[in-house]
């Protein structure tokens, strides 16, 4: 089956009279990836071993391990942290907050615009802390 881009999904919905014909027609159109499947899927892209994520990530690697076995879902500040681990692009980590459910960042916010300037800027995590600490802004961890 072909897939429909989200404005087709979002128009078939708001024109659809009954929700349970709507599900039925576009089940397959559903994102059905957990937080882990979505996670090794951007690991399995970069060239860098699970120990040095877990080490640019800031966090342990027993934790780390648990989040891509699925037994841990990750916050949105994890989760961002893990990008910078991973070092993912503006865009890997904007599709990955989308698929995750949770928050893209958001320009507008000065803590994501910080966020934002620096995956698109390279800055590893601990530089993105030292930045928002700087601004009186809540760190990554």
């Known amino acids: 089956m072909e897939k429909k881009n989200t404005d087709g999904l979002q128009q078939e919905l708001m024109d659809s009279p009954d929700l349970e014909q709507f599900l039925s ?16 899927h951007l690991f399995e892209k970069k060239y860098i071993s699970k120990a040095a994520l877990a080490k640019q990530s800031g966090m342990s690697e027993i934790y780390l391990h648990q989040i891509f076995a699925g037994r841990r879902n990750p916050s949105r500040n994890r989760l961002l942290c893990l990008c910078y681990g991973l070092g993912a692009s503006v865009e890997e980590t904007q599709e990955l907050l989308k698929l995750c459910g949770m928050a893209q960042l958001y320009p507008k916010l000065k803590r994501d615009a910080i966020i934002y300037y620096g995956l698109l800027h390279g800055l590893s995590l601990f530089e993105i802390n030292d930045k928002l600490f700087d601004k009186n802004e809540e760190t990554l961890f």
């Open 25 to 40: 027609q576009n089940q397959e159109q559903f994102v059905n990836k957990s937080v882990s499947e979505l996670l090794n």
